[in-house]
């Protein structure tokens, strides 16, 4: 894994924009019911729970980043259905992983609809989604991912992630919804500081101090997420000095099932920008390209090509 000190690296200013659209409960919920085949306004806010005011706010940010498109789909229809760009097609991936990842580690998804076993149409097996390195085809693990940095631009770069994450930060109230699937890893990463907090645990920070100097965050948000975090079994706190007491937060396996989800969202926000990559998949020696595959097949997955 990288040195602490390249973390600002990976959060440049064009990659933070998206990833604070993207990294928003509201949204999240969107997408699903988007992936899902849920197009008309008032369907997204009666399964999301949002309101109308944050459900067209919602909706505007995401037309305006092109993820969206809003279209009048008969002439003589008074009613607009919300469709996904090519841009919003691609994060698919990170849908289906997220699907994964709740089924596996979250008990609340037992007690909702969210369905256990997915079909892949194509090859005609229900599968699991797997992250694999487009070059050598292998799976890809939190542990096999390192970061490769440039200390020409380290400073430069630090300035740009904490002027970048100077906007204010709100989490998300709940309110009652239709569809609860997925509700929980969206309430999860759906904090946009939340998912700054586990970008920076993946490339190595651990402690109190690293966290605040690196994303610029508040001490009072920062102690209140890392308690969170800790909570949902996301860190492990381990004392490291005893007098004063410091303490370190270690991701856990469950943290690190996340690592993938992560990654691809990463992956989605640098491919429209020109933003040369600094990972490297350490197994194959290339640079990190993900593909989110069936696992029996080992072809890449599409919304077309799954069945519920």
């Known amino acids: 894994m990288t040195d602490v000190t390249s973390i600002p690296l990976i959060l440049n200013a064009t990659i933070s924009s998206d990833l604070d659209v993207i990294g928003d409960r509201w949204t999240l919920l969107i997408l699903r019911d988007l992936f899902l085949g849920r197009t008309r306004f008032e369907s997204l806010r009666t399964h999301t729970g949002a309101s109308k005011a944050t459900l ?81 085809g292998q799976a890809v693990k939190f542990e096999d991912v390192k970061w490769y940095t440039s200390d020409d631009s380290f400073q430069h770069q630090l300035k740009v992630i904490q002027s970048a994450n100077k906007m204010r930060r709100v989490r998300n109230s709940r309110t009652s919804a239709l569809d609860n699937r997925m509700a929980g890893i969206s309430d999860l990463i759906g904090d946009r500081w939340t998912l700054l907090i586990l970008i920076a645990a993946f490339m190595g920070a651990k402690r109190n101090y690293e966290f605040a100097n690196y994303l610029n965050i508040a001490s009072n948000i920062l102690s209140q997420r890392l308690s969170m975090l800790v909570e949902e079994n996301l860190f492990e706190k381990t004392a490291y000095q005893h007098n004063p007491p410091r303490y370190e937060y270690v991701l856990t396996d469950k943290s690190k099932a996340l690592f993938p989800l992560v990654m691809i969202l990463r992956q989605w926000a640098m491919d429209f920008h020109t933003t040369p990559e600094s990972l490297k998949h350490e197994p194959c020696g290339a640079n990190l390209r993900l593909s989110v595959n069936c696992n029996m097949c080992k072809t890449e997955l599409h919304p077309t090509d799954i069945s519920f």
């Not at 229809?77 to 994060?91: A, E, P, Q």
Request: aromatic share 8%; charged share 20%; proline share 6%.
């Open 56 to 136: 067209s706010r919602r909706l505007d940010t995401l037309i305006q980043i092109d993820v969206i498109k809003r279209q009048q789909l008969k002439p003589t229809s008074k009613h607009y259905d919300y469709l996904l760009t090519g841009k919003g097609l691609k994060l698919f991936g990170a849908s289906i992983l997220a699907w994964r990842w709740e089924t596996q580690w979250l008990a609340s998804a037992s007690e909702s609809s969210l369905p256990i076993t997915l079909l892949h149409t194509p090859c005609g097996h229900p599968f699991i989604p797997e992250t694999v390195c487009t070059h050598c």
